[in-house]
């Protein structure tokens, strides 16, 4: 009858690794994107923002909060963000038709849509005639150029990093699931032969694959990764998650054009892909 106390029991989730990083590794390169940085102590701070913006939009336990991002820090932040207010990160395939997307948004149950200005025009589409609206959130790449959207200026739509801003000077709040079977991500399949299905991956299911990850790779904290492949698949979100667990910094590819290019200048120690980039 050795029941589960502080001394012999803990709930396992990747939600640790950004708490370990951000004490032991405070002043490393967490994330990099052409000339904008930031440690793991800076990364963590507008984690903590972001899950306290999203409690202030009353999210809180198994709520859904769905994003449509290419590979830029803000969906890096989303990934610890989302789960730090206890809610489910639904990442939507950024190639799917606005019919795709809207289905996804209805059947997931979306709270807040958090989206990249460049997909405006096809978000615009997306949410129109869901019954329950998600609030949205539009993301600005000012790295690459872009600016708030016609949608988001006529709709006044909220600007993440505006919203964010308002939380950046609070205390760091570190909480773990109550729960390591709680959920923390919805996939969904593109859809390809029918309706999308959706699938969930608790705390536990992510640490899990991380840690098969780290018995076969010889990862280290002065290592440099690239990163290219879409953050809404799970193998580039296992691999991200492994990479904050060991302290190593991540470096987003400006786009697939540019891959080659990138590695020129990042020199890696380690970049996950897929055979088909490779050919």
């Not at 590794?25 to 967490?30: E, G, M, R, V």
């Not at 000077?169 to 029918?194: C, F, H, K, R």
């Not at 590819?253 to 980039?277: C, G, Q, W």
């Amino acid at each position: 009858n050795l029941d589960q106390n502080l001394a012999n029991y803990t709930v396992l989730s990747p939600l640790s690794f950004l708490e370990r990083s951000r004490k032991t590794f405070p002043d490393q390169i967490a994330i990099e994107y052409e000339d904008y940085q930031l440690t793991y102590k800076q990364a963590a701070k507008r984690c903590n923002a972001l899950s306290e913006l999203l409690k202030s939009y009353n999210i809180s336990k198994n709520d859904t909060v769905a994003v449509m991002l290419p590979n830029i820090p803000e969906m890096w932040e989303c990934h610890f963000g989302i789960p730090m207010a206890g809610a489910v990160l639904n990442a939507i395939n950024t190639r799917l038709d606005y019919n795709t997307i809207n289905f996804i948004l209805g059947h997931g149950e979306a709270k807040v849509f958090i989206y990249d200005s460049s997909y405006s025009d096809i978000v615009e589409k997306a949410v129109q005639n869901i019954e329950n609206k998600p609030i949205l959130l539009e993301v600005v790449d000012k790295v690459a150029g872009l600016k708030n959207s016609e949608f988001a200026e006529s709709q006044k739509i909220l600007n993440y990093e505006n919203e964010l801003n308002k939380f950046s000077d609070l205390e760091m709040v570190y909480q773990l699931p109550q729960n390591e079977w709680d959920a923390i991500a919805l996939n969904y399949t593109s859809g390809t032969t029918g309706l999308p299905k959706g699938v969930m991956l608790s705390h536990n299911n992510i640490i899990s694959q991380v840690k098969a990850v780290m018995d076969v790779l010889p990862l280290y904290k002065e290592y440099r990764s690239l990163s290219f492949l879409p953050l809404c698949h799970i193998f580039e979100r296992t691999v991200t998650y492994t990479y904050v667990g060991v302290g190593v910094g991540v470096y987003y590819a400006e786009s697939m054009e540019t891959i080659a290019d990138n590695l020129k200048e990042v020199k890696p120690h380690f970049f996950s892909s897929v055979p088909r980039l490779l050919e």
